[in-house]
Nanobody, 130 residues
Framework: QEPLVESGGGSVQAGGSLTLSCVVS????????VAWFRHAPGREREGVAG???????NYADSVKGGFTVSRDNAKNTVYLIMNSLKPEDTAMYYC????????????????????????WGQGTQVTVSS
């Protein structure tokens, strides 16, 4: 069983919407921080959105107002709702967590730092056409 499984990627036109899902196979899911990152060819990996055990969130400036991250602890799932998508949102999207960090209440920029996370999913591709 994969520890993290992302789904929901696809191809949309600019202005469209997608919802990504990340299912985490960990009994302590509700106490973990989970974040979404993206990586496009020729660009650095970017922290997009993160959510902590208390459901506090943080977003990259580039997606504020368009993306929403949420969690459903009953389903061990974190969602990334992406509205008003732009071609520059095209990337492989990954979710990540660190099962060693029980009771994770990271906030602010720390939620989006890749070195805060140990386990990564395989990614789901998002392509936005103009």
């Amino acid at each position: 069983q994969e520890p993290l499984v992302e789904s929901g990627g696809g191809s949309v036109q600019a202005g469209g919407s997608l919802t990504l899902s990340c299912v985490v196979s960990d009994s302590a899911f509700s106490r973990l921080c989970v974040a979404w990152f993206r990586h496009a060819p020729g660009r650095e990996r970017e922290g997009v959105a993160g959510i902590n055990a208390g459901a506090a969130t943080n977003y990259a400036d580039s997606v504020k107002g368009g993306f929403t991250v949420s969690r459903d602890n009953a389903k061990n799932t974190v969602y990334l709702i992406m509205n008003s998508l732009k071609p520059e949102d095209t990337a492989m999207y990954y979710c990540a967590t660190d099962p060693r960090r029980f009771g994770c209440y990271n906030s602010g920029a720390r939620l989006l730092q890749s070195d805060e996370y140990q386990i990564w999913g395989q990614g789901t591709q998002v392509t936005v056409s103009s």
